[in-house]
């Protein structure tokens, strides 16, 4: 490769066709995109989602490879305010670099304040880094950084080009100073101090920049597209990250009226998205001398009013047979505007540079490609924002709309989600396994390490420092230590000998282990196999009961105490109030193991008495299959000393020294969790249990009328304060059905032959994400009801009868 070329935020509506341009254009360069998933993750928490479902980034890099047989693009999954961005470019000099790694909504910067302050670290910090990185390694690089038109102050004097020379006093300014800027918004304030910066920084520094006071763009195509659905960029029609043209587009095309703020006579600047891109592509040719900080205004379409657009829209819009309307909101930004203010704007690129396309052909070439790539349809995508000074508390009214959005009974809502972050078609409900790991943080996973075994180990030791600050925030636990161990069934593996070694060093030689008749082989198993321990299964009966319980105990006198927290055939919540208390105040000496493995992720841990918490990450953490979380009271991690004894350390805290994996290991494990957890907290432990029991409610409800309709005996076992729908027969054989729903791709768990509560019979399990929603649950529903029909209708009961 002959050079290379940066570009910040290459996932964005802009960045990933210039990235097609620039990769096309420039075959024998290197071209990186740098992203960190911001802005898709961010407008799925607020409830909303681009009109087309568009691939991942990796994805979307192999099709432009396999069209184009290019393969000069590499994706890197970085923060741009963070050190990442520095060391990236001390590696890879790039000798060109766009800045489109910025907070780009003005909406977003006004819900609340810590919109605000995110918008003001990321645009700013961002921008001062990779000032600083370009002088320190780079000083020669041609920095190419996203303004925007709306920086300038508005004042009736035609709109110069960054500079212009005022006069005051009837004197004329001798050298050119900055046009005046003036904004109503955080995001456009930040813009505003960039500017400032990146003027300061040619002034004083010598950096080259082109700075592009981009106007509003529009559009969804640009020519490397070729109308290839898997190389189309990210078109947002919603509130927040939906501008004008784009949402006046998205509601004609929908048959909902175009949404007119205040009076409509505010201006705005538009640019089609293909003509955005080709004139920025052109400016790696066209490079600014050292120590110049050029601006550019980026705008074709300088005339319209927000009135004169939703006209000329719904003119065009007509012409295709479509039946466009207007409605006006109040003046919700501040625009108020008697009149069109007048105002002419300089361009010097206009002509040569910037290529102009017919405003009329984009529009109607994207009313097309709309009508052509209809989407689920969201109406919530096309109310307004709140008004900018509409504040109570500190929390914009916007803000209690969107958990309005976000509530447990929106299918809308909880279906986007999905098809954002877990869009596989498979239907997960085996609650052993639920690691489903969000599509959007595959593509940032894959790109972490590129093959090198150190910066695995170096991402290992950054993500487990992340994991153990997450964990502190979503499970407090005084006095215990956590870590990140690997899933149950590997660390009572190795608990169960660590642990014969320790005692036996009081000269004892057997050991009584009690433990319940439903425990997970997994936890429960090494137990078993190794001779040394005697173990003996309470039944449900004794368990339920305190005082024989507490009986059982004080005779027994077990050496270890065994239990799950959440059953494992039956879902089923321990008792645990009374019962873990109980037991450290029955047999004091005794060690207590809870295996939280069903529960953590839904049910709150209790944190206290037991000695050891393990849990697995694949389940309702959706997280990296055999991966676990262990919490060790910290008395007991100095008795016990280690689980690992190879001195290893991955980390210098003496803490997790042999508690955490040691060395040799993949330690993509530790990034797959860390972004599991980071889904798992923004989501909110409360929401995903309140959506998850919903649903499993509903499931149950259904499931039961299907199988009573059959006349096939059966009951649920469980509670209602669990998404495990736990069914358990007695005369028929379930296994038959769960083949039939492997095969349909529906996974759910089968347990045959078990006892669970005094009843003996089959099992089969159904865990319930969150992200799932009722639509996909009836047509798991549909397909029961189609084998149980079938069976019992044709007579096939030698299917089901064991
Ligand atoms: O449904 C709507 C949406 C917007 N507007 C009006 O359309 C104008 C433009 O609003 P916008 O949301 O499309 O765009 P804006 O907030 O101005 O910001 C957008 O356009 C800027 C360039 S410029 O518009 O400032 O030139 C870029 O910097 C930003 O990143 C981009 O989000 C405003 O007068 C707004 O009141 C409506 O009337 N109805």
Redesign the pocket.
């Known amino acids: 490769m002959n050079g290379t070329i940066l570009i910040l935020g290459a996932e964005g509506y802009l960045g990933w066709p210039l990235a097609m341009k620039l990769a096309l254009h420039h075959p024998d360069q290197k071209i990186i995109l740098l992203d960190n998933g911001w802005r898709k993750s961010t407008v799925a928490n607020l409830g909303f989602g681009p009109w087309l479902q568009i691939p991942d980034l990796s994805s979307r890099i192999e099709a432009f490879g396999r069209k184009y047989g290019l393969a000069n693009m590499c994706a890197v999954h970085a923060e741009v305010c963070s050190d990442e961005l520095a060391e990236l470019i001390r590696r890879e000099r790039p000798h060109t670099i766009y800045h489109l790694a910025q907070q780009?909504?003005?909406?977003y910067s006004m819900l609340g304040l810590q919109q605000a302050l995110y918008t003001i670290r990321n645009n700013e910090e961002g921008n001062m880094r990779l000032l600083w990185a370009v002088r320190e390694y780079v000083p020669k690089a041609h920095i190419i950084k996203?303004?925007?038109?709306?920086?300038y102050a508005k004042g009736g004097l035609p709109i110069a080009e960054g500079y212009f020379k005022p006069g005051y006093k009837g004197q004329l300014a001798s050298t050119p100073l900055p046009y005046p800027r003036a904004a109503n918004?955080i995001?456009?304030v930040s813009?505003i101090n960039d500017s400032n910066y990146v003027a300061m920084a040619a002034r004083t520094w010598g950096l080259r920049i082109t700075e592009v006071?981009?106007?509003?763009?529009f559009g969804l195509l640009t020519s490397e597209m070729d109308a290839s659905p898997d190389l189309f960029t990210r078109f947002d029609y919603d509130?927040i990250?939906?501008?004008?043209?784009?949402?006046?587009l998205a509601?004609v095309v929908s048959g909902s009226s175009?949404?007119?703020?205040?009076s409509?006579n505010?201006?705005?600047?538009l640019m089609a998205l293909n003509d955005a891109v080709n004139s920025l592509a052109r400016f790696v040719e066209d490079v600014p001398p050292v120590g110049e900080h050029r601006v550019v205004n980026h705008?074709t379409e300088t005339h319209y009013s927000?009135n004169e657009l939703?006209a000329d829209i719904a003119d065009i819009a007509r012409g295709v047979g479509l039946d466009p309307k207007i409605s006006f909101?109040s003046d919700?930004?501040g625009?108020s505007a008697a009149k069109k203010p007048i105002y002419s704007i300089e361009t010097s690129l206009q002509g040569s540079h910037l290529y102009h396309t017919d405003f009329h052909t984009v529009i109607r070439e994207s009313i097309s490609l709309l009508q052509k790539q209809y989407s689920t349809l969201l109406s919530h995508h096309f109310s307004?924002h709140s008004a900018w000074n509409e504040c109570s508390d500190g929390k914009n009214l916007d803000l209690k709309r969107v958990d309005a959005v976000r509530k447990t009974e929106n299918e809308a809502y909880w279906d986007q989600f999905r098809i954002n972050t877990f869009p596989s078609t498979r239907v997960n409900l085996n609650p052993g396994c639920l690691a489903t790991l969000p599509q959007d943080r595959l593509e940032t996973i894959k790109n972490q390490v590129n093959g090198n075994p150190l910066s695995l180990y170096a991402l290992g030791r950054e993500a487990f420092i992340s994991i153990q600050e997450e964990c502190a925030k979503l499970w407090p636990a005084i006095g215990y230590r956590c870590n990140v161990t690997s899933s149950t069934s590997q660390t009572m593996n190795l608990l169960a000998l660590v642990l014969l070694r320790r005692l036996q060093e009081d000269g004892k030689r057997c050991f009584q282990v009690l433990t319940s008749e439903h425990e997970h082989p997994g936890g429960i198993g090494p137990f078993e196999h190794l001779p040394e321990y005697k173990l003996t299964y309470l039944p449900d009966v004794v368990l339920n009961d305190a005082e024989e319980f507490n009986r059982c105990l004080r005779e027994m006198q077990p050496d270890i105490v065994f239990l799950s927290h959440v059953y494992y055939p039956t879902g089923k919540l321990m008792q645990d109030k009374w019962r873990l208390s109980n037991i450290k105040k029955a047999v004091p000496n005794a060690i207590l193991i809870l295996d939280v493995a069903q529960s953590l992720g839904i049910q709150q841990l209790p944190f206290g008495d037991a000695d050891v918490l393990i849990g697995s990450t694949h389940k309702w953490l959706h997280g990296p299959l055999g991966g676990g979380l262990a919490w060790f009271k910290e008395d007991f991690a100095s008795w016990i000393g280690a689980l690992y004894w190879n001195k290893q350390h991955l980390f210098e805290d003496p803490q997790t020294h042999g508690f955490s994996i040691p060395g040799g290991q993949d330690f993509l494990l530790y990034e797959r969790l860390r972004q599991s957890l980071k889904r798992y907290r923004e989501i909110g432990p409360k929401a995903i249990l309140e959506r998850s029991t919903y649903l499993a409610a509903y499931l149950k409800r259904e499931l039961n009328g299907i199988l009573g309709h059959a006349g096939i005996t059966h009951c649920f076992m469980g509670d209602d304060v669990s998404p495990v729908v736990s069914l358990l027969v007695s005369d028929y054989d379930p296994y038959p059905l769960y083949e039939f729903l492997r095969k349909k791709d529906i996974h759910i768990k089968c347990i045959k032959h078990c006892r669970v509560e005094a009843k003996v019979g089959h099992v089969l399990r159904f865990g319930i994400p969150y992200y799932e929603n009722m639509g996909r649950l009836r047509m798991v529903l549909d397909t029961i009801a189609s084998f149980v029909d079938c069976a019992i209708m044709d007579k096939q009961e030698v299917d089901l009868v064991i």
């Open positions: 780009c909504s003005a909406s996203l303004g925007s038109f709306g920086e918004d995001y456009h813009k006071m981009q106007a509003t763009v509130p990250f939906g501008t004008v043209a784009n949402r006046f509601q175009m949404t007119v703020y205040g409509g505010q201006r705005t600047g705008v927000i939703a909101t919700l930004r625009e307004p």
